[in-house]
């Protein structure tokens, strides 16, 4: 069994709902789940599983950077043979197209990580999501109503940049934004023939300066859980 995670292999559902900060995997359980259940607190990386609508669904934390998301992630479907993990979190904009709040589904991210060369000699620095796990959203959103724009982005090592080449990533790879988690998770799915996905809510635009607040964000993230928690009803 893992080291990093202390649930039982019977205590993870078969999807994972996987936000960034542990705090709100606990804000989602208490605020979505019916029944849910603490099941991990290592290193305060916080895991829930409950029901949503009657189906069982575990949210947990992946931690900041590809990393930590990587280590969460691999365990989640190596030891507890989880299916599909849908990364859920905020973005910032390298395009004035986009504007606050709105929500993007992940199709390719680009990295200039060593994550896939170290893990098992990768050298593909563009990583893709699943497409069943996408087109289920895609589904879900229409039924919604939510409005999603497909992107590429940029998964980053560094979050403070002295130099930010955001304009070169987007002319040259067409990201549209940048987050610092999906890669890993992408290829550790491709390596162990699991699901990913990952949806973002565009949380600033490093073009236009526009940035939301942490009270703002929390209304927007709780569009984009509802979508990834409908989604889970179709899997």
Do not use: W
């Amino acid at each position: 069994m893992s080291t990093h995670i202390e649930a039982k292999r019977d205590e993870i559902a078969n999807t994972v709902i996987m936000p960034g900060d542990p705090l709100r995997a606990k804000f989602i359980a208490e605020t979505f789940l019916e029944n849910s259940k603490l099941v991990n607190q290592i290193r305060g990386m916080l895991a829930y599983t409950g029901e949503y609508k009657g189906h069982k669904v575990t949210v947990m934390g992946s931690g900041m950077g590809m990393p930590s998301i990587g280590i969460y992630s691999y365990e989640l479907y190596k030891e507890y043979n989880v299916d599909s993990i849908i990364r859920v979190g905020t973005a910032g904009a390298y395009t004035r197209d986009l504007n606050l709040y709105d929500i993007l589904l992940v199709q390719k991210c680009y990295s200039e990580s060593s994550f896939g060369r170290t893990q098992n000699g990768s050298d593909e620095n563009m990583k893709e999501s699943n497409f069943s796990l996408n087109f289920h959203i895609q589904e879900t959103a229409a039924e919604l109503g939510r409005h999603l724009t497909i992107a590429t982005v940029h998964s980053s090592d560094v979050f403070y940049k002295e130099n930010d080449n955001y304009q070169e990533l987007y002319e040259k790879y067409g990201c549209l934004a940048c987050e610092m988690e999906s890669f890993a998770l992408f290829h550790n799915a491709q390596v162990l023939g699991k699901k990913a996905a990952c949806i973002l809510t565009v949380s600033n635009n490093l073009v236009t300066g526009e940035e939301t607040t942490s009270e703002e964000r929390q209304t927007a993230f709780k569009n984009m859980i509802e979508l990834a928690l409908e989604t889970t009803l179709k899997l």
